[in-house]
């Protein structure tokens, strides 16, 4: 049974930071695509980022230079470190690996 466990999520200042990591048991990560997603409540989920098991990494353009998704396979995690923080990225955050398995998620609450 694959299971993914995140972490980090809180209350941030607008301009902050937050580190979220998603630790994953129950498969040989290495092989895995992991992504994040994030979700407002009411609105749909929506992907931000993919690291595939080679590296590659995508970012959706509202993201794009404030997010950084990396993994370590040594820890069987991979994590977002999430810079220049706006109110509007005010969601719960999940991971995902290879689309098919999903943690339970993390709040992360931007406000002044």
């Known amino acids: 049974q694959v299971q993914l466990v995140e972490s980090g999520g809180g209350l941030v200042q607008p301009g902050g930071s937050l580190r979220l990591s998603c630790v994953v048991s129950?498969?040989?990560?290495?092989?895995?695509?992991m992504k994040w997603y994030r979700q407002v409540p009411g609105k749909q989920r929506d992907f931000i980022a993919r690291?595939?098991?080679?590296?590659?990494?995508y970012y959706t353009d509202s993201v794009q230079g404030r997010f950084t998704i990396s993994r370590d396979n040594a820890k069987n995690t991979v994590y977002l470190q999430m810079n220049s923080l706006k109110p509007e990225d005010t969601a719960v955050y999940y991971c995902?690996?290879?689309?098919?398995?999903w943690g339970q998620g993390t709040l992360v609450i931007v406000s002044s």
């Open positions: 995902n690996a290879n689309d098919n398995y």
């Open positions: 129950g498969s040989i990560f290495s092989i895995l695509t």
């Open positions: 690291i595939t098991s080679g590296r590659t990494i």
